[in-house]
């Protein structure tokens, strides 16, 4: 396996076998897109709101996104695994993710 990507990542979940890992980058997203749609988009898209809910929905917002990566990543090891690849993680970077495969079942 490549320690390299592994560093500065945290294990979040299990699905399918495959352990779900977000690496320390993410967060910078995850913070950029809540801060960027609660205090510049949903402000002027629903002016009347309660400025909480604007932060509940970037919040929302970004969390969606990690779950639609992590989705694709998943959907991208469903596939390996039917060609017989053994998908060891899947990482989540601040520019996507990456499942790491390790070998061929025999």
């Known amino acids: 396996m490549n320690s390299t990507s592994l560093k500065g990542s945290w294990k979040v979940a299990t699905i399918m076998g495959i352990p779900i890992r977000v690496h320390f980058s993410w967060l910078i997203v995850f913070g ?3 801060w960027l749609l609660s205090s510049r988009y949903f402000p002027i898209a629903a002016p ?7 932060w509940v929905k970037g919040v929302l917002a970004a969390l969606l996104l990690f779950a639609s990566v992590a989705f694709h990543e998943l959907a991208h090891s469903y596939v390996a695994e039917k060609y017989k690849l053994t998908i060891e993680s899947i990482t989540l970077f601040i520019f996507g993710g990456v499942a790491q495969m390790t070998r061929m079942k025999r």
């Open 32 to 34: 950029l897109i809540t």
């Open 48 to 54: 009347d709101l309660p400025i909480a809910s604007y």
